[in-house]
Nanobody, 123 residues
């Protein structure tokens, strides 16, 4: 069983920055991958960024590439999402999730999810 807890969300002006954290507890594996997803009201959950624990290889959605950076601290079992140059379109609940094997851009393969943290970007 893996438990994930997100933190760091909040209200920020357009152009500002936030850093989200996802702390993992329980049984974790270096062969696992972590993903960040976001969901706005009435919309489907969409992939934002992902990272594989062992290699640190990363993947980004086109909408955030160049603005967001995913990273991990293996010793702390924590994944981060640094969000810069935020836009109102980034407003959503952000979730972290984990799955076995490589990063997927689909939500369904991820077995464990955090509770989500709200990010609101004002214009």
């Amino acid at each position: 069983q893996v438990q994930l807890v997100e933190s760091g969300g909040g209200l920020v002006q357009a152009g500002g920055s936030l850093r989200l954290s996802c702390a993992a507890s329980g049984r974790t594996f270096m062969s696992y991958s972590m993903g960040w997803f976001r969901q706005a009201p009435g919309k489907e959950r969409e992939f934002v960024a992902g990272i594989m624990w062992s290699y640190g290889s990363t993947h980004y959605a086109d909408s955030v590439r160049g603005r967001f950076t995913i990273s991990r601290d293996n010793a702390k079992n924590t994944v981060y999402l640094q969000m810069n140059s935020l836009k109102p379109e980034d407003t959503a609940v952000y979730y972290c999730a984990t799955k076995g094997g490589v990063v997927s851009t689909l939500a369904a393969p991820y077995a464990y999810w955090g509770q989500g943290t709200q990010v609101t970007v004002s214009s």
